[in-house]
């Protein structure tokens, strides 16, 4: 666990409260491309992440081009059933 995964806030694309380890890794080895947006107001959220990121992921992660709304949420789905398969 990182220092800050505890940190709750009100998610504005799915709605509802989130901890920060849920954003930092909303898209698998990314965070989610609105965590400095969301996050910046409570702690230095770029910088953390650029501690603990390499430049590989950084560079994809400051490149990511957010989906349409509808594509959003068919890939948290998916990315979300993937999860309950490897805990099975």
């Known amino acids: 666990?990182?220092?800050?995964?505890?940190?709750?806030?009100?998610?504005?694309?799915?709605?509802?409260?989130?901890?920060?380890?849920?954003?930092?890794?909303?898209?698998?080895d990314l965070p989610c491309h609105r965590s400095i947006q969301c996050w910046q107001a409570f702690f230095p959220v770029e910088a953390h992440l650029r501690e603990n990121?390499?430049?590989a992921q950084w560079e994809r992660f400051s490149r990511q081009i957010p989906g349409?709304?509808?594509?959003t949420l068919i890939d948290?789905?998916?990315?979300?059933?993937?999860?309950?398969?490897?805990k099975a």
């Open 53 to 55: 990121m390499s430049a």
């Open 68 to 71: 349409d709304k509808m594509t």
């Open 1 to 28: 666990m990182q220092p800050y995964d505890h940190l709750e806030i009100r998610c504005p694309r799915l709605g509802h409260e989130l901890n920060f380890s849920y954003c930092r890794t909303e898209a698998g």
């Open 76 to 86: 948290l789905i998916e990315q979300a059933k993937s999860r309950e398969k490897s």
